[in-house]
């Protein structure tokens, strides 16, 4: 069965980081593009960051660009994002998936997500 395990996130200080992990099963995860999202309080879900299937070419939402950093390792089957000089914008819950969104039983799958709370 398809699954994304989001972990990582936190409390963090304006200016910190944290480094959010997804482990992937139930496909064939080197053969996928991934994608790291996020849902802010009241607001819709935003692509955030993408990563080739081998991981050599990213690209970045603005907002998030020169801070963040997504990377992958196939051979575990997850992808990271490393996110540097936190802002309190930055706070939501973050998801990673597949593009269009892994399908399971007719629906869109996502995981439970991991939240990130950027506060003093």
């Known amino acids: 069965q398809d699954q994304l395990v989001e972990s990582g996130g936190g409390l963090v200080q304006p200016g910190g980081s944290l480094r959010l992990s997804c482990t992937a099963s139930?496909?064939?995860?080197?053969?996928?593009?991934m994608h790291w999202y996020r849902q802010a309080p009241g607001k819709e879900r935003v692509w955030v960051a993408t990563i080739t299937s081998a991981g050599g070419g990213t690209n970045y939402a603005d907002s998030v660009k020169g801070r963040f950093t997504i990377s992958r390792d196939n051979a575990k089957n997850t992808v990271y994002l490393l996110m540097n000089s936190l802002k309190p914008e930055d706070t939501a819950v973050y998801y990673c998936?597949?593009?269009?969104?892994?399908?399971?039983?007719?629906?869109?799958?996502w995981g439970q997500g991991t939240q990130v709370t950027v506060s003093s």
């Open positions: 998936n597949t593009y269009p969104a892994i399908r399971v039983n007719g629906y869109d799958y």
């Open positions: 139930g496909f064939t995860f080197s053969h996928n593009a």
